[in-house]
């Protein structure tokens, strides 16, 4: 089945900075790479998502990249602000039809921004 | 248009119990799944469907068991509690183009 490596596991930076989470996965088949957002008792919400057939794509000051070739992809997060702090989830769907219901998970980065 | 809704939000069960974890959506996803989400390991699939009368298991999917009748409701039922059951879990409910998540329960094995 997929795996999908996530890292780092913890990420500190100041107010201002960019920050950078990492992931990986295995399965060559995978073609649906979405990024969650979960704040301390709060549920898993959705900030950006990318397909297979798109390198880049950018929301205000978030952006995901995808390398399907080295099976790789990141998020970027630029003037990090004290709201951002929260735990981040890439995920990728082991499925060739792009479903977004059946995901495997990262096992996540605790992001502070410190003011 | 309430999303996806979960009952209760907290339970503790003593280990042989049994239970189920309630979930609804009133979205006219065809899509909705279970994942657990325990400390440092990110969320687990437990089980998914694809629309009523369609289950399918996913990544952990030993000692639950789900169905789905409806289109609005997909319960998890516990058959024996184990306190390895212990974890926040977390329903969801897919529209083609994001996945939903419910408020949560957490659930505490004794």
């Known amino acids: 089945g997929e795996n999908v490596e996530q890292h780092p596991s913890t990420l500190s930076v100041q107010e201002g900075d960019s920050a950078v989470i990492k992931c990986t996965y295995s399965d060559s088949a995978s073609n649906y790479f979405p990024w969650y957002k979960q704040e301390l008792g709060k549920r898993p919400q959705l900030i950006i998502d990318i397909r297979s057939n798109v390198g880049e794509k950018k929301d205000q000051r978030i952006a995901v990249t995808l390398n399907k070739t080295a099976k790789h992809f990141s998020l970027h997060i630029t003037e990090t602000q004290p709201e951002d702090s929260a735990v981040y989830f890439c995920?990728?769907?082991?499925?060739?039809?792009?479903?977004?219901?059946?995901?495997?998970f990262g096992k996540g980065t605790l992001l502070t921004v410190n003011p | 248009n309430a999303g996806v809704t979960q009952t209760p939000k907290f339970q503790v069960l003593k280990t042989g119990q049994s239970m189920t974890l309630q979930c609804a959506q009133d979205?006219?996803?065809?899509?909705m799944s279970w994942y657990r989400q325990d400390p440092g390991m990110g969320l687990r699939l437990i089980h998914y469907s694809v629309g009523a009368g369609i289950t399918d298991q996913g990544e952990v999917p030993n000692g639950y068991n789900v169905s789905r009748s409806t289109t609005e409701d997909f319960p998890l039922r516990l058959l024996s509690a184990a306190p390895s059951q212990t974890s926040v879990y977390f329903c969801?409910?897919?529209?083609?183009?994001?996945?939903?998540f419910g408020p949560g329960t957490r659930l505490t094995v004794l």
């Open positions: 979205m006219n996803h065809e899509y």
């Open positions: 969801a409910s897919s529209s083609r183009n994001e996945q939903f």
């Open positions: 995920a990728a769907n082991p499925s060739r039809h792009g479903s977004n219901y059946k995901l495997t």
